[in-house]
């Protein structure tokens, strides 16, 4: 059972930055394969896909919210997965969580049962 497990949250003022990861554990190499995604949820709002990267690194897909700001990247011989997000706005606060899955994931859907999901890791962005 793949397991994925987020750290760098924390509190940061607008227009700072702050970089997520992500490691997985559970299964010795099959996280490899595994297409990822960050997705995040503030408070009252819906879940929110907001940036995906295949296994293989080749493609990418970001929400037009982060366009331009946030940037993915993975590890796969650490099994790490990462989230750079830069120019930090309010509007950003919200528990971010890591997934894997498969390519359905490139457009944010979602497959119960077959995606794995973090604990998730609180962003908060406040002067």
């Known amino acids: 059972q793949l397991q994925l497990e987020e750290s760098g949250g924390g509190l940061v003022q607008p227009g700072g930055s702050l970089r997520l990861s992500c490691a997985a554990s559970?299964?010795?190499?099959?996280?490899?394969?595994?297409?990822r995604a960050w997705f995040r949820q503030a408070p009252g709002k819906e879940r929110e896909g907001i940036g995906y990267?295949?296994?293989?690194?080749?493609?990418?897909n970001y929400a037009d919210s982060v366009k331009g700001r946030f940037t993915i990247s993975r590890d796969n011989v650490n099994k790490m997965m990462y989230l750079q997000m830069n120019d930090l706005k309010a509007e950003d606060t919200a528990v971010y969580y890591c997934?894997?899955?498969?390519?359905?994931?490139?457009?944010?859907?979602?497959?119960?049962?077959?995606?794995?999901w973090g604990q998730g890791t609180q962003v908060t962005v406040s002067s």
């Open positions: 990267m295949s296994a293989s690194g080749s493609r990418t």
């Open positions: 559970g299964v010795s190499s099959d996280s490899d394969y595994y297409d």
């Open positions: 997934v894997a899955g498969g390519p359905w994931l490139e457009t944010f859907r979602l497959r119960s049962g077959y995606d794995f």
